[in-house]
């Protein structure tokens, strides 16, 4: 590998952006494949997989012996909402190896002192997304309750392919929030990606529960993501 | 997690390789792209090593770190890349190897 492909890898995984290293074992000669790039053949196949897996690995293909190393983004979740849930999922979040961030207009809900040493920021989703877009390596979790603040970063997440979308609300609470997605133009397709209520059904009551269960629902979402599987756990 | 790839750290291998690269120093990195049973890194975890030993990061838990610098150290010398293999530790050989009882692939390369 030469020093402009180094640069090459790091501007793409500073970006976010998913890339795949490409070394020929019997050279040392490596380029950067992005997401998307048309590739054929029996590599094309295994560069697709392991986008799809994340897994690197060596393959033999087209009479060579290539190295892929994956490089895709962390996964973030981005909560809107400084609520009672939001405090007890980001520590959680944090010891399950997720980045975590809460957005919320509501000074009185998002101060420094009830989120410690939480990436926090205290205005509209509207001016932070544009900042800090998301992708589809981040996880949206919408449990203020106010369309006035949820709606807008749900169609956001919906439009970016998050690999997870969660919103907080009873049945009736979601069925109206279904009918304004429509409205902003949100396909029947997209709103059935939304998982609401909001986390795995295992009766959780206290707001420490419901963090449990919708960082379960984000773990299955985020590992199912795609066909190939992890093979065994660590 | 083993699918983070984040460029944030300061420690974070190839940000470092680039950095050094950048600066003028020779530099060889070091790559696990294979392992077989109980490996105490993943497949694509770098180290990345200076013309005079020093490094950063790692391929395996400090198991072999000292004979990959090594081998680095001469593959910065001659350009060609090499493919190193290391298994068990045998203790009556003196041979460097993996205490966790696993075998991994290290390839490494001279960044040019």
């Not at chain 1, 040493?117 to 205290?122: K, M, N, Q, R």
């Not at chain 1, 919103?167 to 709103?191: D, N, W, Y």
């Not at chain 2, 090593?49 to 020093?54: R, T």
């Amino acid at each position: 590998m030469d020093l402009k492909t180094l640069r090459e890898l790091n501007a793409a995984r500073a970006a976010r952006r998913a890339a795949i290293l490409l070394t020929d074992l019997a050279d040392g000669s490596a380029r950067v494949v992005h997401e998307g790039d048309e590739i054929g053949g029996e590599l094309g196949v295994a560069i697709a997989r392991a986008f799809r897996s994340g897994a690197s690995g060596s393959v033999e293909a087209d009479g060579k012996n290539w190295f892929l190393n994956a490089h895709l983004p962390p996964p973030r979740i981005v909560v809107i909402g400084a609520v009672h849930i939001s405090q007890a999922l980001a520590p959680m979040a944090r010891i399950a190896g997720y980045d975590l961030e809460v957005i919320d207009p509501r000074t009185a809900f998002a101060t420094a002192e009830r989120f410690e040493g939480i990436s926090l920021f205290a205005d509209w989703p509207e001016t932070v997304l544009k900042e800090r877009p998301l992708d589809a390596y981040c996880a949206l979790v919408a449990v203020t309750h106010d369309p006035k603040i949820d709606d807008f970063p749900l169609k956001v997440a919906l439009d970016a392919g998050c690999f997870y979308v969660g919103a907080l609300g009873s049945r009736k609470t979601h069925a109206k929030r279904v009918e304004r997605l429509t409205v902003l133009g949100a396909s029947e397709a997209q709103i059935a990606r939304i998982a609401a209520p909001i986390g795995l059904d295992i009766g959780a009551s206290s707001p420490a529960e419901i963090a449990v269960a919708v960082l379960a629902q984000i773990i299955g979402a985020f590992r199912s993501r795609g066909l190939a599987g992890k093979g065994g756990g660590a | 997690m083993e699918t983070a790839s984040s460029p944030d750290g300061p420690l974070d291998p190839l940000v470092v390789a680039e950095s050094w690269k950048a600066s003028g120093r020779d530099v060889a990195l070091a790559t696990v792209v294979e392992t077989w049973g109980s490996a105490p890194r993943p497949v694509g975890s770098h180290l990345v090593i200076d013309a005079d030993g020093n490094f950063h990061g790692s391929v395996s838990g400090g198991c072999v770190e000292g004979a990959v610098v090594a081998e680095a150290v001469d593959v910065i010398g001659s350009g060609a890349p090499k493919m190193l293999e290391f298994g068990v530790a045998d203790e009556t050989a003196w041979r460097v190897g993996l205490s966790c009882g696993g075998r991994i692939k290290v390839y490494v390369e001279r960044l040019g």
